[in-house]
């Protein structure tokens, strides 16, 4: 895992941004609180958001990326951009090491990476469901990734959308792409 996962959940989740057509902004997703504008703002200011904790181990509320509309600019430009600077800051000398201050607690960032890599990954697919495009993604990156959300999430951020951070596992057959898989695991029904 890490920065390199890091670097495969970005390059799979902007490809799929990159085929969103501005007439699905309002679309709704697997994400049943957001549409499709909702979620490019949360993909786009979660590069933000991972880059500024990555290089100071904190977020300042000042620079609070939810308030930012990215959907109405080059949010492909500004998730590129996001990206490159969250790779960076994970890459840095000791990033890994460095206790991250989140929400829920303290980290280090090489547990913190492998989360922004999960949920880079696993909102993509949620894009790319909503816009009709193919949820096959990366299918190594998706089996690693599920290998370590099986691992270290617990149930008890299980819940309602909106009042947890993920649903009730949902049964994906084995049959079913990986990367599907993952978001059953993670409360999305493929």
């Known amino acids: 895992m890490g920065v390199e996962n890091l670097k495969k959940a970005f390059t799979s989740t902007g490809s799929v941004l990159a085929a969103v057509d501005p007439d699905q902004l309002e679309v709704s997703t697997p994400c049943v609180s957001w549409n499709v504008r909702a979620l490019i703002n949360h993909i786009v200011g979660g590069t933000i958001y991972f880059a500024q904790v990555a290089e100071t ?17 080059d949010f492909n430009a500004t998730f590129d951009e996001g990206a490159k600077s969250a790779v960076s800051a994970f890459s840095a000398d000791g990033a890994m090491e460095k206790l991250m201050t989140l929400p829920f607690g303290e980290l280090p960032g090489a547990i913190f990476v492998n989360i922004a890599a999960t949920d880079s990954f696993t909102h993509g697919w949620d894009l790319a469901k909503a816009t009709g495009q193919s949820t096959d993604l990366d299918p190594a990156l998706a089996s690693a990734l599920l290998e370590n959300a099986r691992a270290f999430l617990p149930d008890a951020m299980r819940g309602e959308d909106g009042k947890a951070p993920f649903g009730p596992v949902v049964y994906v057959p084995a049959s079913y792409p990986v990367a599907d898989q993952l978001a059953g695991f993670l409360g999305r029904t493929p």
């Open 57 to 73: 181990g904190t977020f300042s509320q000042s620079s609070a990326v939810s308030d930012v509309d990215y959907s109405s600019g």
